[in-house]
């Protein structure tokens, strides 16, 4: 039903605030939902640019970055979003909070690893469509929630002082429920469609790491990683009832396997280490096969995913004993995104801007970090949502040395 809502811009949308969900896109509805940024807050606030190897923040984009690690990390992150939704005539404002990542990486000699939770895709809408004022009519009420989470191990390989390489496996899971109910004015009683799907199927990737030393401190960095395209299953189930009538209908549904596409991820960048870097990343996707029996929809295709990012940081003096503001470091980032979905004939994008700083914790390698993100994503034209936002986002990431033998005397 919600294909209508996209289709039609007269409908009247109503989106409401969401607490500890990823999105409160309608264009979750569509696919597996929106898909969320798997990095950390660090590259997030650098738009994506993950290319240097860093020996003391996480880097999830590229397995090879875990040899690099001198220290243990533990790093959390998560946001608040705003939104305001629009068509070519209303406008409604969203919010949600959202958990983003939580991981560990080790560092062990020329190898490291890393562990952890990242959300992958998110679903998130509640809209209401009102033609309650025409006799006869129909009105109906949209939810989605849910989403694909993934536990990964990922373990990296220092093959020379400059070259890493890397490989992780991933377990991807989560439910995704959309509930449809439609009343008839005149007609006591409504009817509620309740879709559920049980996600879940594994994949691999790999990456490489390497920098070269091209003038005096001042470093050439690059990064490549490739993700395999894989399977996801998905258990359906569909539940049919009546308002005010004690029993359901449970249809059965063909359970179907849906194709993740292969994702390749290209990035290079310069700059000093521990003082400054300039990169771009490349981000490239098929297609996939990801509409599900009850989002599939003629008005809507799927086409290969790409994004482009510019970004950086800049870090006055790291070991600055008599300014605290110049041990923190300041990112910025540039981003335009074709999100791989096409409604009305529009292919939907993506463009941004990152802003972020990561604050030291005195006395020790740990920073608290901080980001903000502007971006619009949608068109209101061809009769479709455009989708204004701002993201806080908030990071911890603590370092130390572990697993120590102790020494005594």
């Known amino acids: 039903m919600i294909k209508k809502v996209l289709i039609s811009a007269c409908l009247l949308i109503s989106f409401v605030s969401f607490a500890q969900q990823g999105t409160a896109s309608p264009y ?14 660090e590259n997030r606030s650098m738009a994506g640019v ?23 990390t533990f790093t959390v992150g998560g946001t608040f979003a705003t939104s305001n939704l629009k068509t070519s005539t209303q406008s409604e404002k969203a919010q949600r909070s959202t958990f983003d990542y939580l991981a560990l990486g080790i560092p062990m000699g020329k190898f490291g690893a890393s562990f952890g939770l990242i959300p992958v895709t998110s679903v998130g ?32 390989y220092k093959i020379m002082r400059n070259w890493n390489i ?37 994949a691999f990737s790999f990456g490489t790491m390497y ?14 990683s490739y993700t395999f395209a894989s399977n996801l299953n998905s258990d359906n189930t569909r ?25 390749l991820s290209i990035g290079l960048g310069i700059g000093e280490a521990r003082k400054w870097l300039v990169g771009a990343n490349m981000t490239f996707q098929g297609d996939g096969q990801l509409a599900n029996y009850y989002n599939a ?15 950086g940081y800049y870090l006055p003096n790291y070991n600055s004993f008599t300014s605290y503001l110049s041990r923190i470091t300041y990112r910025a980032g540039l981003k335009y995104e074709k999100i791989g979905l096409i409604v009305n004939n ?34 209101v034209s061809s009769n479709l949502v455009q989708e204004n936002y701002v993201n806080f986002s908030l990071s911890f990431s603590f370092n130390d040395k572990w697993f120590v033998k102790s020494k005594f005397q």
């Open 50 to 72: 993950a290319v240097e190897q860093d020996t003391i923040h996480l880097n999830l984009e590229n397995p090879a970055s875990y040899a690099s690690l001198i220290q243990t």
């Open 166 to 202: 890397g490989v992780d496996a991933q377990y991807n899971f989560g439910k995704i429920t959309t509930t449809t109910v439609e009343a008839i004015t005149g007609v006591q009683n409504g009817t509620a469609e309740v879709n559920a799907s049980e996600l879940s199927g594994m």
């Open 297 to 311: 929809a003629e008005n809507v295709s799927y086409e290969k995913y790409s994004k482009y990012a510019l970004g």
């Open 125 to 156: 809408y509640k809209i209401l469509t009102d033609n309650s004022a025409t006799e006869g009519a129909t009105s109906s009420q949209l939810d989605g929630k849910g989403g694909i989470n993934k536990v990964y191990f990922g373990l990296g």
């Open 239 to 263: 539940t049919i009832s009546v308002q005010g009538d004690p029993d359901s209908y449970v249809l059965p549904v063909n359970s179907q396997t849906l194709k993740l596409p292969n994702k």
């Open 28 to 41: 979750s509805f569509f696919g597996i939902g929106d898909v969320r940024f798997k990095g950390t807050l």
């Open 346 to 379: 529009e292919s939907i994008k993506d463009v941004g801007v990152t802003l972020g700083a990561g604050i030291p914790i005195p006395q020790s390698l740990s920073n608290l970090n901080f980001g903000i993100e502007f971006g619009k994503r949608g068109t």
């Open 211 to 224: 920098q070269k030393k091209v003038y005096k401190k001042i470093s050439m960095f690059s990064s490549l």
